[in-house]
């Protein structure tokens, strides 16, 4: 498959001592949120990617499409700048009752910083329509003679994004090589199966567990064995992963995608005031939110070695500023 590089090096695998004190286990954090350009994150590698199948039919524009606070889309928009490309970006209206701050800050500013062209999609569960509209789009631009690349959303495509964790999950076994546990975020599902192909393809069997942070647990199970299939066709590794191995918890998903509930605030100012770890309310204090409570339920027994995966996401932290101030003066802090 073809590659742009966007990572200069590896992305640092680092202990956390207090936090791993407080729980009874060895607790380290892959820091992917430094992956890639400022305000970077896990998408950077599934981006180099699509960047590099952008490259070689010599696109000089990119669509993507995602919530109105993706990180995906603002890091494509970046990347495409940084390779003198055009950035075109859908916002998706995924999540219900948001102000002025939430459409403004954030990843939409540095969006809108990037010059990006931006599109809006009514809908927030329609990740074919919204594929469809970005199509429309591109066909516009090449009557006009211009080369457009679209990073498609729903499941009908090659998850060609899913590679970029096949090659980390190598990455962090020549770091170390011997965890029990890996914590993820799970939500496009990209992520999730490409580390478990990619640990699985190394032979390694750690237990590999999906936060959900978008559809509960069920619904999450079908999706990932469904981009699983279709990235066996892309490396042998996703071949090796067995039904079995799919693994999902949904405690923190409520009250909804990128809305924050009580269990998100809480891993929040957990890692924050324990080990300096910051996360973001819609994907990592969600997934980091697992790790206490499986651990307090036996789901990760206590003496395990746990790498929680540090996805990013830290932009649209500001974007949330209201919420989350909110339930820290409810909570006293």
Known sequence: ??????????????????????????????????????????????????????RAEGADTILITGAVQSNFVRLAATVARMQGMDAIVQLEERVPG????????????????????????????????????????????????????????????????????VDAAGEILSQRGDFDVFVIASGSGATHAGLLAGLRGHGARAHVIGSCVRRDATAQTGRIGRVMRRLAALTPGAAAVSEGDIALWDGALAPGYG???????????????????????????????????????????????????????????????????????????
């Open 259 to 333: 809305q924050i509930g009580a269990a998100a605030i809480a891993a929040m100012t957990l890692a924050l005031r324990h080990d300096g770890l910051a996360l973001d309310p819609v994907y990592t204090a969600k997934a980091f939110a697992a790790i206490p409570a499986l651990v307090a339920s036996g789901g990760i027994p206590r003496g395990s070695r746990v790498c929680f995966v540090h996805t990013g996401g830290l932009a649209a932290l500001f974007a949330y500023e209201d919420a989350v101030s909110a339930a820290l003066e409810a909570d006293g802090s």
């Open 1 to 54: 498959m073809e590659r742009l590089p966007i990572l200069s090096s590896p992305t640092p695998l680092e202990p956390l001592p207090r936090l791993s004190a407080r729980l009874g286990i060895e607790l380290y954090v892959k820091r992917d949120d430094l992956a890639g350009p400022p305000f970077g994150g896990n998408k950077a590698r599934q981006l180099e990617y699509y960047f590099g199948a952008a």
């Open 98 to 165: 948001k102000g002025e701050l939430y459409r403004r800050s954030g990843n939409v500013l540095l969006s809108r910083l990037l010059g990006a062209e931006i599109m809006h999609y009514p809908v927030g569960e329609d990740e074919a329509g919204a594929d469809a509209a970005l199509y429309a789009r591109a066909e516009q631009l090449r009557q006009a003679g211009r080369r457009p690349y679209v990073i498609p959303l729903a499941e009908d495509h090659p998850p060609l994004g899913a590679l970029g964790y």
